[in-house]
């Protein structure tokens, strides 16, 4: 673990597990952080300005990080229709044929790392290491929301409409993000995640 200054009100941690570590932070509740901001190999801690950023480095520095399968962050089922533009390409770049990625993404539970990129999206490992394939070579100006994807080690839904050069395996009906809901995103860093076919 490394714990470094981030201006004068944050602290960013860097840790073999930034999911678990974000979630023993979060349950540490530190006096004077106000946000615990998970990212692919580190954790920002948001700080109110005044905070003693020393004493909470200390703090830190001395957190039991326990793997997240410990932690209680619930689990959400997502129902995807297994169509999309990106299915057969996917197949030839695994060597799987279209029922095998379907039966790979299914298969395994996958867990959220952090979110990012829009209101609503995050970024999901943990899967078959099977469908680990690189982003398109060239984005698309446009992705319909609740298009399911795969780039490098992660998986994610499009929370809304956008651009981006996913490789694009279904479709879900989900919600990822509403404002009336509390929280509004509907995957929370920590959860287990579990696609189904419908």
Do not use: K, N
Request: with cysteine.
């Amino acid at each position: 673990m490394t714990v470094l200054p981030f201006g004068d009100a944050a602290l960013l941690v860097t840790h073999e597990d930034p999911v678990a570590l974000g979630a023993a932070c979060r349950s540490a509740a530190f006096a004077g952080v106000l946000d615990v901001v998970p990212a692919a190999e580190s954790v920002l801690l948001v700080c109110t300005p005044g905070t003693d950023l020393g004493g909470l480095r200390s703090a830190v520095e001395t957190l039991e990080v326990r793997p997240v399968e410990a932690l209680d962050a619930g689990s959400v089922g997502i129902a995807v229709t297994y169509d999309g533009p990106d299915l057969d390409e996917v197949a030839s770049l695994t060597g799987l044929d279209r029922a095998g990625v379907v039966a790979a993404h299914t298969g395994t539970p996958w867990r959220v790392a952090f979110g990012g990129f829009a209101p609503g999206f995050a970024y999901l490992t943990g899967g078959d290491p099977r469908l680990h394939v690189a982003r398109r070579s060239s984005a698309r100006t446009s992705v319909p929301a609740g298009s399911v994807g795969l780039a490098g080690e992660f998986s994610g839904v499009y929370p809304r409409s956008s651009p981006g050069g996913w490789q694009l395996i279904g479709r879900t009906d989900a919600v990822l993000w509403d404002l009336d809901r509390d929280p509004p995103a509907l995957l929370v860093p920590g959860a287990e995640v579990r696609f189904v076919e419908s």
